[in-house]
């Protein structure tokens, strides 16, 4: 059986893919507009500045929209259904992660609901994935 | 600057579309190449550009044509390629960098015969932070925004199933559709989920096919055995390579934009569209994009098809192909598209409308990554 896929890092990502190896989900901001932004890249996406910075983001997330795939990618077959989302950091950018700790069906999966991130080990590469933080939706009230 | 001068002459599919294990990649654009030069009444000896997308692009393609242009374009984003490269054309033919422009597809995408094999590099960021969570092409991608439009917009899976009913009642007119019996929202919501909340019949073919077109300057339409059509106005946009950085899940930019630019050009509302075609990889796509043109509003999309506004019948026939969702789809369906706009136009469409003067074509690429849009006339504007 195939193993699911291990992102291979590129010099721009590398400080992402490090913060994921210490448990920190880095990404990058603007200095100069001040607006954080994922995937990793060198310009502002906003302002086109390159005096950006890396900062360690909360962690916390909502889910923004997913599917339940029954057609499972390799390496995914023991896992399926399993659900591809995309969340929607506190900061602000969205991004793709897996859901753990919460079952793949649509009376689970609420949109908006809270998550926050964790991690789990893929290959060499620390890879962050999500699970319902219930506290969080106190918190923000 | 105009598009008024510049004209659809050629136009023609493969003899065979669906399940095709005898013909190769490029042997399905040298086929469609062939018909659709004959169809201009023309020969390879007239043909001065080409265009296709890359594998086998269009180097090759000449090549194997005996054609050796003057003009370019391998411009390969996903499945409106063609669309974006008849606007490319006409520009090339407005600035005289060549006189007549032929545009292929073919590809084995069920059998693939001569086709490369798909792989994702896992240094992209599509491969680094998209791959890692099972992603296995459209059918995991494409399909996430939907839940997001559907808590959004009210859309129910009742309405989404629609879509496909709807296009299955074109197909079963046309007997070159791969599916033509005629299916219920019931049929829809009872064939196996691919991916919540798409099921099997809410997600497009995968067959074997090609086509190709021949675009000149208007002039020239008294030289050729078909009725002119006419390429009114042309838009290209681009938002985004992973359905992930979307900027918004509700909508398309890319479709607005292109269709902003395509209608502004031409100098046309959606009252003058008699005809329309929106790229149907999905259910949800032509929902997107009857509201990214302006066809409906925001939100209105899903209950106006259910109410039967596209299908036979209907005040705006959408997909009277049958759609990518029931006549045919290679994984670049763009072409099959402007097909069936020509065919209509021409008023020689296998479930013919009543004489549209006007047929808009909305193009996507990759997962909402690229748009095109065409505007084609029955006359110069």
Not at chain 1, 56 to 84: K, Q
Not at chain 1, 117 to 133: C, K, M, N, Y
Not at chain 2, 197 to 213: I, R
Not at chain 2, 363 to 378: D, E, I, R, Y
């Amino acid at each position: 059986m195939a193993a699911k896929a291990v992102p291979v890092p590129t010099p721009e990502t590398r400080p992402y893919w490090d913060g994921c190896a210490a448990g920190e989900l880095r990404i990058q901001r603007c200095v100069d507009c001040g607006k954080p932004y994922f995937y990793p890249r060198p310009l502002c996406p906003s302002c086109g500045s390159d005096n950006v910075e890396w900062f360690t983001a909360s962690g916390r997330a909502t889910l923004y929209s997913y599917v339940i795939n029954h057609r499972p990618a390799p390496g995914f077959e023991a896992d399926a259904p399993y659900a591809i989302a995309v969340v929607q950091l506190a900061e602000g950018p969205r991004m793709m992660t897996s859901l753990i700790g919460v079952a793949p069906t649509p009376e689970a999966l609420e949109l908006d609901m809270p998550l926050r991130v964790t991690f789990e080990q893929r290959g060499d590469i620390s890879l962050p994935v999500f699970t319902p933080a219930a506290e969080n939706a106190e918190a923000d009230q | 600057m105009s598009n008024a001068g510049v004209i659809i002459a050629g136009a023609a599919e493969t003899d065979e579309i669906g399940r095709l294990p005898g013909h190769s990649t490029l042997g399905l654009h040298v086929q469609a190449a062939r018909n659709a030069v004959a169809d201009a009444g023309l020969t390879m000896k007239d043909i001065d550009g080409i265009a296709t997308v890359s594998a086998p692009g269009p180097v090759q393609v000449a090549h194997a044509l005996g054609i050796y242009p003057d003009w370019i374009d391998g411009t390969g984003v996903g499945g409106t390629s063609f669309l974006l490269h008849v606007r490319h054309a006409a520009a090339a033919i407005r600035a005289g960098y060549a006189r007549t422009v032929l545009i292929t597809h073919g590809e084995s995408g069920r059998s693939r015969v001569g086709a490369p094999p798909y792989r994702l590099d896992l240094s992209s960021p599509a491969g680094q932070f998209e791959a890692p969570y099972g992603t296995l092409g459209p059918t995991t991608t494409f399909t996430i925004p939907a839940l997001r439009y559907m808590k959004d917009y009210g859309l129910t899976h009742e309405q989404l199933a629609y879509v496909p009913v709807a296009q299955r009642q074109w197909a079963a007119k046309n007997p070159r559709a791969m599916f033509r019996d005629i299916i219920t929202v019931d049929d829809v919501l009872a064939s196996r989920i691919v991916a919540y909340p798409f099921h099997l019949l809410e997600c497009c073919l995968v067959t074997d096919g090609g086509g190709a077109l021949v675009v000149t300057s208007a002039d020239r339409a008294v030289d050729f055995p078909k009725p002119p059509v006419h390429v009114l106005g042309t838009g290209e946009a681009s938002e985004t390579p992973m359905i992930s950085q979307m900027i918004d899940f509700t909508e398309s930019r890319a479709f607005r934009q292109a269709g902003e630019k395509a209608f502004a050009e031409a100098g046309i509302t959606v009252s003058d569209v008699g005809h329309l075609m929106i790229y149907d990889a999905f259910a949800h796509v032509p929902i997107y994009g009857l509201e990214a043109l302006g066809f409906v509003a925001k939100g209105e999309g899903g209950a106006f098809i259910a109410d039967g506004n596209t299908e036979p019948g209907g005040a705006l026939p959408l997909n009277t192909n049958g759609g990518g969702l029931s006549y045919t789809h290679t994984g670049m369906y763009g072409m099959f598209a402007i097909q069936e706009g020509v065919r209509q136009i021409r008023g020689e469409a296998a479930a013919q409308v009543d004489g549209p003067d006007i047929s808009v074509i909305l193009g996507n690429g990759g997962m909402f990554a690229t748009a095109g849009v065409l505007v084609l006339g029955k006359r110069p504007r």
